[in-house]
């Protein structure tokens, strides 16, 4: 037998082995504080169930359209225009399983090979995947540290811009880091891609988990939504991460491209799970404030215990559910210059259990400091003050 060799260029979510890790840490008997994947122990809202469960009791449980049944659609676009001013309809919308099927959806859609692709590293590893996989070329971009939070350098961004680079992937509120773009920043990203002409992915997957201010998109700029596509989903700011639900949204003529993406690859998403989302956007909407309420304490309570720990520097991003903290100091008084070797410690000494820098893209040349990345959307606020107790006594001992 032999494998396609396109598949030598697909990488995957290399956290999914940590869970792997901290799984077999829990077998064998000993507490694991879990850090490290970006899925929640938050229950989907009752009301989102029951619809669902009425919606296949009443047989909604054949095919439906490949875009999306028309109700989702339209309240996707009036969700979106509300939150961001613009004017979607229900043609701007395709229905997906999930947020992530866009990430691919939209290389297939818009990329050549030997295009150029500018992408966040570190970023969610998706990105250096697909458009490696799909044949384009991968552009690195990085965040750097601000004064309250990571920072874009956009002259850093243009630097790298040739004549075959085409696309360019914004996830603001991101993933790993906890960055939010600053108007300025997103002017200036607005106007770089129009005068390069780019496309943008606009990586919207955490939107919703909002502590403090209000969440802008880069479509929202003037002449944007005309080159943007936005990746929604339902994952995190309804807790349903296993449902797999989601919506890709922009110009009609790329949404086409989208759906008839869906036909080949799913022919149309979960039927009755759409009668679910219907009800998260249009019905009691308590359970989706008590999401955010309750990532908010943990957010609070894991900033405020990993800057207590000498060496530790970390920031409070007003959204996602990540943090990013710098570690170097840390790493290199506990004799640590491996991230591996750090990570396994850590796991072994104390349960606490996360990713590193390595799991968000290929470290880029030059890169001096260390960073381990913290999500608390799967670890109660007692679990995390042990957890991190723990971790505390271990580092300073
Ligand atoms: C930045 C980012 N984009 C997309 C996704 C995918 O979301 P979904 O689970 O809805 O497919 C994730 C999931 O963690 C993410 O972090």
């Keep these: 037998m032999e494998l396609a060799k396109r598949l030598s260029k697909l990488g995957t979510e290399t956290a999914f082995a940590v869970s792997a890790e901290a799984a077999k840490h829990l077998e064998q008997g000993n507490t694991v504080y879990p850090f490290h994947l970006g899925d ?57 399983p999930g ?67 085409k696309l360019i992937v914004v996830n603001d509120l991101q993933n790993p880091t906890g960055a939010e773009a600053s108007p300025q920043e997103l002017e200036a990203l607005a106007d770089l891609s129009k005068r390069h002409d780019l496309f943008v992915l606009c990586d919207e997957a955490y939107f919703d988990i909002r502590y403090e201010g209000k969440s ?15 990746l929604y989903t ?22 086409d491209v989208i759906a008839k993406l869906n036909v080949n690859d799913e022919s149309c998403s979960n039927h009755f799970i759409q009668y679910g989302a219907i009800e998260a956007l249009t019905g009691d909407q308590s359970g989706a404030r008590e999401i955010v309420n309750t990532l908010q304490a943990r957010r609070d309570i894991t900033v405020s215990m990993l800057n207590s720990i000498d060496g530790v520097r970390c920031y409070k991003p007003n959204a996602t559910f990540y943090l990013f903290p710098n570690v170097t100091d840390l790493m290199k008084r506990k004799g640590f210059d491996d991230y591996g070797q750090f990570r396994k410690a850590a796991l072994r000494e104390t349960g606490v259990s996360f990713c590193t820098r390595l799991h968000f893209g290929r470290p880029l040349p030059g890169e001096s400091q260390l960073y381990i990345r913290f999500a608390y959307s799967g670890i109660d606020v007692d679990d995390i003050k042990e957890g991190l107790t723990r971790f505390k006594k271990w580092l300073e001992s």
Excluded at 216 to 230: D, K
Excluded at 234 to 255: D, Q
């Design 40 to 96: 929640m122990n938050i229950k989907t809202p009752d009301n989102i169930i029951e619809a669902t469960y009425k919606a296949m009791r009443d047989g909604k449980t054949g095919y439906c359209p490949n875009y999306g049944i028309p109700k989702l659609r339209q309240l996707v676009a009036e969700d979106i225009n509300r939150s961001h001013g613009t004017d979607y309809t229900i043609d701007n919308v395709a229905i997906q």
């Design 99 to 165: 947020g992530k099927p866009t990430i691919s959806k939209f290389f297939m859609a818009m990329m050549n090979a030997g295009d150029e692709v500018l992408y966040p590293n570190p970023g969610y590893p998706i990105y250096e995947s697909q458009i490696e996989f799909q044949g384009g070329l991968a552009l690195p971009y990085t965040y750097h540290e601000g004064k309250d939070n990571f920072e874009l350098d956009i002259d850093e961004i243009e630097k790298k811009i040739t004549e075959r680079t």
């Design 216 to 230: 802008r998109s880069l479509a929202s700029l003037p002449g944007m939504a005309e080159r943007c596509l936005l």
């Design 234 to 255: 339902f994952s995190k700011k309804f807790a349903m991460t296993g449902w797999r639900l989601g919506a890709t949204i922009g110009p009609k003529e790329v949404i």
